[in-house]
């Protein structure tokens, strides 16, 4: 060999090359299952979203079947059903004043196909009356659409001698503890809406709870005076003569009741409860299958027939995005918040 020291260098050099490149190779080789594992993931997510909804979807909502708010959702759900192709069936779990339902959808399987109708009590108010719950509820759901508002009333027997709601304030201070508004219970929307009035008015009001009746009969013998809720309920009532409406919500007068002042015109400027319901879902349900829910829900409260059936009691349907549900969400926590904390309100 006329070059020794050229064949040792080569031989060198292969040495330190291997010892350089080995763990690269090593590491590329440990990664590669992981990488295939994660292109594997997201094709099936992919997959599953496209095919999504191969079965029927569960809205869990936490109220009897009957009530108002049962009513709302199954008229979405029915919106809802021709656009996924799939039945919405209303899985109601009523109890707890609505823990009981929130729970088991809080806790359902991210998938898509278990839903639930939150409210402005469950998921705006409760979570600031209660110190422990067993669910989050701003981690633990995801917003996907904001169904629609209903603006808030003031009704009244019609033996009050107010016609507005300047002149029950003047009434209420006037004769103190003579006016028995009814709630359905502590805690509740009606109850909160009445709290939020005096303390943005006030008016000297006695709250009288309902936990296991509805109130409404009571309201129109005049057993009791005054109640706070959505109109729905009532709207039938109004146009009859049975009740009063001596304020509402709402920056406008709402065109179902053109002759009853909005509270800002009366003097309560501060005073803006709604209530509200929006679909959500788990947290951790595929985005692409959260867009494909949100999309639906829109839709569906775009419809023509069901805009003017919430117009002509007082509401307004939204069909709002899954953003835009998040924004108003946020304001209403604020809201709630801050009225149960100087009301002293706490469930437990």
């Not at 997510?45 to 909804?53: C, I, K, N, R, V």
């Amino acid at each position: 060999m006329k070059h020794p020291h050229r064949a040792l260098r080569a031989l060198a050099l292969r040495l330190l090359a291997t010892r350089l490149l080995a763990p690269r190779l090593l590491a590329s080789q440990r990664l590669a299952p992981a990488a295939c594992a994660l292109a594997l993931a997201f094709t099936s997510a992919g997959a599953q979203a496209e095919d999504f909804p191969s079965k029927p979807v569960r809205l869990i909502l936490p109220f009897p079947a009957g009530t108002g708010v049962d009513a709302n959702a199954r008229e979405i759900a029915a919106k809802m059903t021709p656009i996924l192709g799939q039945t919405v069936i209303i899985d109601n779990r009523p109890g707890a004043a609505g823990i009981i339902g929130t729970e088991a959808a809080a806790k359902a399987v991210p998938d898509g196909y278990a839903l639930y109708m939150g409210s402005t009590s469950t998921l705006g108010a409760q979570p600031f009356m209660y110190s422990k719950l067993p669910y989050n509820a701003e981690r633990d759901f995801i917003p996907i659409s904001l169904v629609g508002v209903l603006q808030t009333g003031m009704l009244a027997h019609p033996g009050v001698p107010a016609n507005n709601a300047r002149e029950l304030i003047a009434l209420s201070k006037s004769r103190p503890d003579s006016l028995n508004v009814a709630t359905q219970g502590i805690g509740t929307h009606s109850h909160l809406s009445g709290v939020w009035f005096a303390l943005a008015s006030g008016a000297d009001l006695k709250f009288v709870p309902y936990n296991t009746s509805s109130p409404f009969a009571d309201l129109l013998a005049g057993q009791v005076q005054l109640m706070f809720d959505g109109l729905p309920a009532a709207a039938g009532n109004i146009k009859a003569g049975k009740l009063k409406l001596l304020g509402i919500t709402g920056r406008a007068r709402h065109p179902t009741f053109p002759d009853t002042p909005t509270f800002t015109e009366m003097g309560v400027p501060d005073y803006e409860p709604l209530a509200w319901l929006g679909i959500f879902a788990p947290t951790g349900t595929p985005p692409a299958i959260v867009e494909k829910l949100g999309a639906a829900a829109q839709k569906g409260g775009k419809a023509p027939d069901l805009a003017e059936k919430w117009r002509s009691y007082g509401g307004e349907l939204i069909g709002s995005s899954p953003a835009e549900f998040a924004v108003f969400i946020k304001s209403e926590r604020v809201k709630w918040s801050s009225v149960i904390k100087r009301a002293h309100v706490k469930m437990d």
